[in-house]
Every structure is written in structure tokens, then in C-alpha cells.
């Protein structure tokens, strides 16, 4: 019997491609998480042990840089701030991304696939093109200068294009069956809005939800500008920290780190959820 020359295995290519995968990925975790980490144990350290080794590990590990910046009630205010900017912000573009994206989904209208694209491209359009309006708008015309409120608006405002993109397939997957049932019971489209769509499209809210809320914890550009004092967020906070006390590096990095950490825990915490809800939009 002869013999059949085989030719290279057909999984070779993909295990060198697998490695290289990996490979990768390692390096961007390395990238991402090394800053992270240095913040992290440089609060542990004192301004000694940074200045003599700075890539070292803690050596005792100390905890007087995080217990002063716990300590200090300018903390707790900026926390404050960005808890309720970051709040604020959350809701209205949930609830304002919903009621947006509901028409788009579910009602048949002459100008809906224009009005969508509307958003679509709002994508594109960057916060800082509009910053000195937005200033104007909000100090002179709305009187909302050094609020909650005049920053939460106009962040949620820039939310909403990715709000609307992310929900429409969720609203647009629910079986027409559904509200064709409703309506024979004699729910109104509103009552199907509240008691039927908005269960069902939880995941996709969530989705948002926790994109808006890192997304205005994290603002810093529009917190500059329109707040000040004792209305300043955290990351505002961060700033004036290290500007005041630029000579303890250790205490920056103190602050740093709780400063990011909420914002991290709760993303981590909601990760499966945005993944989920992420891979609900794509399906719909």
C-alpha cells in the first residue's frame, strides 16, 4: 500500500497563531495594569523608600500616606461630587437613551433611518469641539456654572449617541408578538414601554448605565472648567493634590489610588454584564 505524504498539520499554524495571541494580550495586560499596580504599592511606600528604589516593593508597608488622604475631609467632598455627577449623569442617560431609542426600534416613520444616523454620527463628534459653547451655555444662558447639574447634562448629552446605538438592537429583537398581546389587553404603548420593554431590555441598559457612570467619574475636561471650590470631582481633586504637594509622591499616589478605585470596582463588578449586553446589541 503506498504510502500518502502528509503535508505540515493543519493545527500547527494555529497553535504558533495561539501563542502569539497570548503573547500579546500579555503585554497589554502588562501595559495596562503596571501603572495601576506601581500606584497601588507606591502608597504603601514613604518618600524614602521611593527615592531610593523606585521600582522596589514596600519595605516595611505603610500605611500613613492612604490613612492622611482618608483623613482629610477635602477627600470625602470630592468623592461626594463625582458620586452625584456620576449619578445624575447615569440616569438621564439611561432613562433618555431608552425613551430615544424606543421610537427608533419599534415605530415605522419616514425619517427614522436619517434620525438614527443622526446619532451614529454624533459618535464621531468630540466633547472638546464643543467645550467653549457648552461653557457659555451652561454659565450665562442656563445658570448651572459650578453645579451638579451643569455638568451632568451636557455629559449624559454626549452619551447618548453611544446610549442609542447600544439599545436600539435590544428594542428591536423584542417579538412584535409581545406588544401585539399587550395592546389586546389593552395596555397602551406606554404601559408597554414601562411594564414589558424595560424588563426585557435590562441588559442593555445596565450596559450603558455602567459606560456613562466610569465615563463621568472619570471626566476631566468639563469638571475643569465648570467646577471649582469645594464643587470639584475627584479627579479635579487628584490635580490639586499633586499640585499642593507635589514633594510627597507617595500621598499622590495614595490618592490616586482611591481615587480610581470605586470606579474600578464597580466596572469590574459589572464586566459580565457589559460583555453580555454588548454581545445582545451585536446579535440584535
Do not use: H
Not at 67 to 73: F, I, L
Not at 123 to 144: G, H, K, Q, Y
Amino acid at each position: 500500500m503506498t504510502a500518502v505524504a502528509r503535508g505540515p498539520r493543519e493545527g500547527s499554524g494555529r497553535g504558533e497563531g495561539g501563542v502569539l495571541v497570548y503573547v500579546i494580550a500579555l503585554l497589554v495586560v502588562v501595559l495596562t495594569l503596571g501603572p495601576v499596580l506601581y500606584a497601588v504599592l507606591g502608597g504603601f511606600r514613604s518618600n524614602a523608600q521611593l527615592a531610593a528604589d523606585p521600582a522596589g516593593l514596600p519595605d516595611p508597608w505603610l500605611l500613613d500616606s492612604y490613612r492622611r488622604v482618608v483623613t482629610e475631609g477635602a477627600f470625602w467632598t470630592y468623592a461626594l461630587n463625582s458620586v452625584a455627577v456620576a449619578v445624575i449623569t447615569t440616569v438621564v442617560t439611561v432613562v433618555l437613551g431608552l425613551m430615544a431609542a424606543y421610537p427608533l426600534a419599534r415605530y415605522q416613520f419616514r425619517w427614522r433611518e436619517p434620525l438614527f444616523m443622526v446619532f451614529v454620527v454624533g459618535l464621531l463628534f468630540p466633547a472638546t469641539v464643543a467645550i467653549i459653547p457648552l461653557f457659555i451655555l451652561v454659565t450665562r444662558d442656563l445658570s448651572l456654572g459650578n453645579t451638579w447639574w451643569g455638568v451632568a447634562l451636557p455629559q449624559a448629552a454626549f452619551a447618548l449617541p453611544m446610549t442609542i446605538v447600544i439599545l436600539r438592537p435590544f428594542l428591536m429583537a423584542i417579538p412584535r408578538e409581545l406588544e401585539e398581546a399587550a395592546t389586546v389587553d389593552g395596555a397602551s404603548r406606554l404601559q408597554f414601554f414601562w411594564r414589558i420593554l424595560l424588563p426585557l431590555s435590562a441588559p442593555g441598559a445596565i450596559t450603558v448605565g455602567v459606560l456613562a457612570f466610569v465615563g463621568s467619574w472619570n471626566a476631566y475636561l468639563l469638571p475643569l472648567l465648570l467646577l471649582r471650590g469645594d464643587m470639584k470631582t475627584l479627579p479635579l481633586g487628584v490635580a490639586d493634590f499633586s499640585s499642593q504637594y507635589s514633594s510627597d509622591t507617595a500621598g499622590v499616589f495614595a490618592f490616586t489610588t482611591l481615587a480610581m478605585i470605586p470606579a474600578l470596582i464597580f466596572f469590574l463588578a459589572m464586566q459580565k454584564r457589559i460583555v453580555s449586553g454588548l454581545q445582545g446589541a451585536v446579535k440584535g
